[in-house]
């Protein structure tokens, strides 16, 4: 079956820091692939998403580019805030038959940002 | 405002007390799914429906019921919980795509 596979946590940095958060998936298919980041409290929100391969979601300064050859999707941010702090959650949609609209989501990784 | 919402958003209960959490979305979406999220499991699916009156099981359906009898309604309903049900408990909906709009979830606590 599908799966999602992100880096352990959980992730300390300073503001102005470089961010990775790393994210490999097993799939049958084309599969879309997302990030969603979850801040304290509240529940899930889209960050970003690429369709196809090669494609490069971005929002907010956030990037990840969709690489088949590693099925790899791996998350980055030139420059982190405080706001930044939450959990980050990689995800896979493989739009086919009956796996419309299911996410399989990684484990999740804390991001930390300190001043 | 487009929105999924969840009631209640925090539940204490005993083991074996009927309860059901509500989900409602008023995007029209066709797709709907209830998920679970545990520490260091990230989101696990329940159930999922794709139309009214169509449901399936996810990943992890042991123990919970739901129904689709209207669009905009998804319930996940536990017939007799038990202390391992004790999560964090999100609703989302979703058009075609794969793209999932989140409730703002439920912990539910089973002792």
């Known amino acids: 079956g599908d799966s999602v596979t992100q880096m352990e946590g959980p992730v300390t940095l300073s503001e102005e820091a470089f961010l990775t958060i790393n994210c490999t998936y097993t799939a049958t298919g084309y599969p879309s692939l997302f990030w969603y980041v979850q801040y304290p409290g509240e529940g899930l929100q889209l960050l970003l998403k690429?369709?196809?391969?090669?494609d490069k979601g971005s929002n907010k300064g956030f990037e990840a580019t969709y690489r088949k050859e590693t099925t790899s999707f791996h998350l980055e941010k030139g420059s982190v805030q405080v706001s930044d702090s939450a959990v980050y959650f990689c995800?896979?949609?493989?739009?086919?038959?009956?796996?419309?609209?299911?996410?399989?989501f990684g484990q999740g990784t804390i991001l930390t940002v300190h001043p | 405002e487009a929105q999924v919402t969840q009631n209640p958003r925090y539940l204490i209960t005993v083991t074996g007390k009927k309860l059901t959490v509500t989900c409602s979305q008023n995007?029209?979406?066709?797709?709907m799914s209830w998920y679970r999220q545990d520490p260091g499991l990230g989101l696990r699916q329940i159930y999922y429906?794709?139309?009214?009156?169509?449901?399936d099981k996810g990943d992890v359906p042991e123990g919970y019921k739901v129904s689709r009898k209207e669009k905009r309604n998804f319930p996940l309903i536990l017939e007799s919980p038990s202390p391992n049900q004790t999560s964090l408990y999100f609703c989302a909906s979703s058009s075609r795509g794969g793209e999932q709009f989140f409730g703002p979830g439920t912990r539910l606590t089973v002792l």
């Open positions: 995800a896979l949609s493989n739009a086919g038959g009956t796996s419309y609209g299911k996410l399989t």
């Open positions: 995007m029209n979406h066709e797709y």
């Open positions: 429906s794709m139309n009214v009156e169509v449901t």
């Open positions: 690429a369709t196809k391969a090669d």
